[in-house]
């Protein structure tokens, strides 16, 4: 090879270098770049999520641990412990209570959804939706002392009955004021979901079926519902994960017979049982019971069903 043409491919090779170089610096900068936007959120979920989480698994395989007490081995006897007759009984009554109270936000809440996304009038709606759910502006705990002025015996509800000469109800430390209660806390969460989904309704479909001789109840059936099936998926996920590990509303107007999961977990941690090993295990059930929930949204709730099928 030609010396001067051995002098000129030596800097074309240098500047071939440079460049693959700095575009390799190029892209790994530009992959940096989410991860230090995710940055703050990754560390507050890492506090916060991951390691508690992890910390709570630790202890759930601790038997018999208490406050203060070290850890002197690790086993299964917690979890053996949940499928004792008694605390299955509370694991059942907990789910229980979530599928009721999300069969019942679902049953009321989308005729108000859809009353509010398809038949109020336009100008009216957005002061609608915030007066719908003007009561989340408020603490659970005080909408829960309100409803036991309702239902108590001497309570609003019993001075009408008795006022109208009907019987009166015993309602409070029943199931029944529970699934008052907690449909109550959580009704505006399932209509503001089913809102959303209602409103984005492709209206032309509705005429369309409307047009090709369709009833009302046919075109509910088979256009309305297929097209917000993803809406009440997530609105029924989310009532039944919150109302799954709700604290508030069974301990107060429940009483001792509606024992759940969430004040069990309370009573191992806090209350007079003081078994923190015990309770890890029980909060790692509910995590395992709300992540089951989670994936079964995630497989089967974002599917796009066939409208007429």
Known sequence: MPQGMDKGIKPAVALGRTLNLANVLKMLKASIRPLGLLGPAGVWLLLLMVLPTLLITELSF?????????????????????????????????????????????????????????????????????????????????????????????????????????????????????????????LPYMVLILYASLERLDLRLLEAAADLGANPRTTFWRVTVPQTLPGIAAGCLLVFVTSLGDFVVPTLLGGPSSMTISRLIYNQFLGVARNWGFGSALSMVLILMVSLAIALLLKYGDRNPEIYS
């Open 62 to 186: 601790v038997p018999g641990l208490r406050p203060g007490e070290a850890i002197e081995g690790y086993g299964l006897l917690n979890y053996l412990r949940i499928l004792e007759p008694t605390y299955l009984q509370v694991l059942r009554r907990s789910a229980t209570f979530a599928t009721g109270t999300t069969l019942l936000c679902l049953l009321l809440g989308f005729p108000v959804a859809y009353w509010l996304a398809l038949m109020a009038p336009k100008r009216w709606r957005n002061l609608l939706l915030v007066l719908f759910i003007l009561p989340l502006w408020t603490s659970s705990l005080l909408r829960t002392y309100a409803w036991i002025t309702l239902l108590r015996p001497s309570g609003v509800i019993n001075l009408a009955l008795g006022a109208l000469g009907l019987p009166t109800q015993s309602l409070m430390n029943t199931h029944w004021a529970v699934y008052i209660g907690m449909t109550y806390s959580f």
